[in-house]
């Protein structure tokens, strides 16, 4: 039987050989982190190894990483009214978020439901610089959460033009670079951002482990999601996932060594990929098309064509990819990044993500574009019986 085909790196990405060694040597090791005898000491140091390698994806300094079990969780752990800085200890009054924030960014943390207010985005699904600015103009204190590329379209934000905006009107600015990662670069300074969420098994590391990374020293939060025993400076108790935070620090430091070869090589891919589809299904309309993307993201959609049936035939061919919204319930719902976009009921439905990664070839390329032309050719034939049109 062929080899599958995963083109689903959104969703998760494939566990770099660096991290799957780090997380095997941490398994090895006994200690508590927090204990002060040497097998104590043994796993502390991989987690501060770990904090510096994390710091560096993002130019940050270690001591602003807070380690978190997922991105979700750091998304919340941002979203907090009662965060502080040294200028501005009164709780902030509002938050803005884009109109395409990923769920956990969508369910607002620990704001109440009528002080939260969405940005739209344009055709493209880039964030409204215009909208931004005016909407900060209603706040006094506002913290604002913009996610750096988007994890269905991949399209690219302007967070330094927002930062500066953000900053102008006396805010703060969250980023979830959760799908920017490791695939542009990504420095909190040229961001200007306050607050950077980031997630392990995005990059290349293994699911459960993700950061809050901290600008500077003076963001403070009083009302840290899970107390206890004091870790991550009192941010986050819980004695800390040892090996998943190795495992992060090494996938953290391969990312960034190998950024520009892979993203070449991921752009160069997902051209050919773009360019078969095109000859294949001329009528087929890539979201986000006029605006930066990530280099291995494709969102499209073919009139007609059933995403969930679509993804159920390329899983039968050997070839896996996703909906827009993959849905931890595994059902697929309307995209409400599709819908911010102002895209037509019928071709929402339509929408499949093809996400590639550093180890996609030129071959699972071609197998993608030859179980695209079978089912993209039946589904449309069948579409049109349906419909009544002769095929
Ligand atoms: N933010 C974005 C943009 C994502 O795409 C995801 C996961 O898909 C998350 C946050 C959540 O990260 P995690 O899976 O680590 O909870």
């Given amino acids: 039987m062929a080899e599958r085909v995963y083109f689903d790196w959104n969703a998760t990405a494939l566990l770099r050989p660096q991290a799957r060694q780090a997380l095997l040597d941490a398994l090895a090791l006994t200690g508590n982190p927090s204990s002060v005898h040497a097998e104590g000491r043994a796993a ?30 750091a998304n919340a752990l941002a979203l907090s009214s009662a965060i502080e800085t040294a200028n501005e200890k009164r709780p902030r009054d509002r938050l803005f978020m884009s109109a395409i924030e990923h769920s956990s960014v969508r369910a ?8 939260i207010e969405d940005i739209p985005v344009d055709a493209d699904g880039r964030l409204k610089l215009a909208a931004l600015a005016e909407a900060l ?14 994890n269905e379209t991949g399209v690219v934000q302007p967070v330094a033009e927002a930062a500066a905006i953000v900053h102008a009107a006396g805010g703060l600015l969250h980023v979830d670079a959760v799908q920017a990662a490791g ?25 459960g482990a993700g950061a809050l990374v901290r600008a500077g020293d003076d963001i403070h939060f009083p009302d840290p999601l899970i107390r206890g025993g004091g870790q991550e400076r009192g941010l ?28 070449a ?7 050919l990929l773009e360019e078969g589809l095109g000859a294949i299904s001329p009528q087929a309309v890539i979201f986000g098309a006029g605006a930066e993307r990530l280099p291995n993201t494709t969102l499209f959609a073919l009139d007609g064509v059933n995403a969930e049936t ?25 995209s409400h990044v599709l819908d911010a976009m102002g895209v ?14 550093w180890t996609t070839t030129q071959a699972d390329v071609a197998r993608f574009l030859g179980a695209w032309r079978k089912v993209s050719g039946a589904l449309s034939r069948s579409s049109k019986q349906q419909r009544g049109i002769a095929a």
Avoid: W, Y
């Fill in 265 to 271: 090589q991921m752009l160069a891919m997902r051209s």
């Fill in 344 to 357: 037509s009921a019928s071709l929402l439905r339509g929408a499949v993500r093809v996400s590639l990664g």
């Fill in 310 to 334: 679509a993804i159920i035939a390329l899983d039968l061919e050997g070839v896996a990819v996703s909906s827009g919204a993959a849905c931890s319930s595994g059902k697929v719902q309307p």
């Fill in 108 to 115: 607002s943390g620990r704001f109440p439901r009528e002080a």
């Fill in 44 to 73: 502390r140091h991989l987690i501060e190894h770990a904090r510096e390698d994390v710091a560096q994806l993002v130019g940050a300094r270690p001591a602003g990483v807070i380690f978190t079990s997922s991105g979700t969780e």
């Fill in 236 to 263: 986050r108790a819980g004695t800390e996932n040892v090996a998943g935070i190795a495992a992060f620090g090494a996938a953290a430091a391969a990312a960034r060594r190998q950024l520009a070869d892979e993203a």
């Fill in 183 to 207: 695939r542009i670069p990504c420095d909190v300074a040229a961001l200007g951002a306050d607050l950077v969420t980031l997630s392990a098994h995005k990059i290349g590391g293994a699911k």
């Fill in 137 to 150: 103009g209603r706040a006094s204190r506002p913290l604002v959460s913009i996610m750096l590329a988007n």
